[in-house]
């Protein structure tokens, strides 16, 4: 690798960072013809780092230029810092000879905007392109739609990407003419709904025709960015929400923000965003998604932030004591995914064992629940939880038993807005 090279991978891989939604699930895309990778089964590695971010994928921006002047990105045009570009060519080398190396199973590739959308979109769908025809790679690739390219170059990138991403960023549209006034949210959110409508169509025409090409196979995702702005949490799960029903988003995700600038409009340089923040806001998101929770559930009247010393189905469960304790060996599913320290397949493991037998607390630990937790939430053979607790003292209870890694190291930190 030439110097130049090597700096210009440490300058846009170090730019790439604050973008998250970079899961490499949802495809399958199998090898053919004596290519060169596989989306399925083993062909995608999922490493993570500490807190959480994906880094299975060589992820890299072609070009931190940009033409846009959003206050809490590092690339903004009025930042002063040194700018670098990718040509086709390289994206394409690094991808294949790291992929060669085993050093990566796929590629994540964004962009700043130089010129216009039109002109960064046609070299994303250039690189994907070539990779795929010329250089027959059938590895994960995650292509950044950019707000303003044309329909024709949205639907290109979706025959040769497994999954596209519109990121949203900011969770109002109030919040977008504030810090990012060169975008609209209207903008924006064009190329998702182009997006939604080609993968049913896509999906509808499969259900006729067998060989129908493959379009974002792995959908679509966003990103929004937490603690830039002063939504709280309930008002970004809304938000996510919306765009899950709206959109049909396969994920959004949930990225605090780093303070790299120094703007009014800001919080101040050194003011981080808890990372317990992002862990319960990703937790919110799985109950709305697998669980069974709407948003207003994860909140009240006055609380409109997740708890950060609790899950949010413990914190649910800690409102709603009247509802437990629960029936393990009748209650249906519905019920038992509300129990804290049940997840879906222990809940599927009960469903399936109590048809053959009356369940006891011998049982269930067997089948991976959170005792520690569950146990003063359902009911069955050998275990009757103490009804006297309030809701006070069994937090306290569940506190002092925890095991997480995260409430070990967690201390409240003063919002980022102050009135």
């Not at 090279?5 to 998250?20: F, I, N, P, R, T």
């Not at 690189?127 to 025809?133: E, V, Y």
């Not at 064009?190 to 974002?216: C, G, Q, S, V, W």
């Not at 319960?280 to 207003?296: P, T």
Request: proline share 4%; hydrophobic share 35%; charged share 25%.
């Amino acid at each position: 690798m030439s110097e130049r090279l090597e700096e210009k991978l440490s300058l846009l891989a170090d730019a790439a960072k604050y973008d998250v939604s970079c899961a490499s699930s949802g495809s399958k895309r199998s090898n053919h013809n004596k290519g060169l990778g596989d989306s399925t089964g083993m062909g995608i590695c999922h490493t993570y780092t500490e807190d959480g971010r994906c880094v299975s994928l060589l992820k890299i921006l072609l070009t931190n230029h940009c033409i846009f002047d959003c206050a809490y990105c590092v690339s903004r045009k009025s930042n002063d810092i040194k700018r670098a570009a990718f040509t086709v060519d390289e994206v394409v080398s690094l991808t294949i000879n790291f992929y060669r190396r085993n050093y990566i199973e796929g590629l994540f590739l964004s962009s700043g905007i130089f010129k216009n959308a039109d002109y960064t979109m046609e070299r994303l769908v250039r690189i994907a392109k070539k990779l795929r025809t010329e250089q027959r790679f059938n590895g994960y690739i995650h292509l950044k739609a950019i707000p303003g390219a044309s329909d024709e170059l949205i639907r290109e990138a979706g025959l040769y990407a497994d999954r596209l991403s519109v990121n949203l960023e900011l969770p109002t549209e109030e919040s977008l003419r504030r810090l990012a006034p060169d975008k609209s949210y209207a903008a924006i959110t064009a190329p998702m709904t182009f997006l939604k409508k080609e993968i049913e169509t896509i999906a509808d025409e499969k259900k006729i025709f067998r060989r129908t090409p493959k379009f974002a196979p792995a959908g679509q995702s966003t990103q929004l960015i937490i603690g830039a702005s002063p939504e709280n949490d309930h008002q970004i799960l809304n938000v996510a929400g919306h765009f899950y029903r709206q959109y049909k988003m396969r994920r959004v995700y949930y990225s605090g923000y780093v303070p790299v600038l120094s703007d009014q409009r800001l919080p101040s340089p050194g003011t981080l965003v808890p990372l317990m923040r992002e862990n319960r806001l990703y937790q919110a998101d799985w109950l709305l998604r697998f669980y069974g929770f709407s948003v207003q559930e994860l909140f009240t009247d006055k609380i409109h932030d997740l708890d950060h010393e609790v899950d949010p189905k413990t914190a649910w469960a800690l409102r709603n004591l009247h509802l437990f304790p629960i029936d393990i060996n009748r209650a249906p599913r519905e019920l038992l995914l509300r129990i804290p320290g049940i997840g879906q397949k222990s809940v599927t493991k009960i469903l399936m064992a109590r048809r053959h037998q009356f369940l006891a607390m011998d049982q269930l630990l067997q089948f991976g629940i959170a005792s520690n937790r569950a146990r003063y939430f359902l009911s069955c053979k050998g275990n009757m939880p103490l009804k006297e607790h309030d809701a006070g003292t069994l937090k306290n209870i569940l506190l002092a038993t925890s095991h997480s890694k995260y409430l070990k190291t967690f201390s409240p930190q003063l919002s980022l807005f102050t009135p």
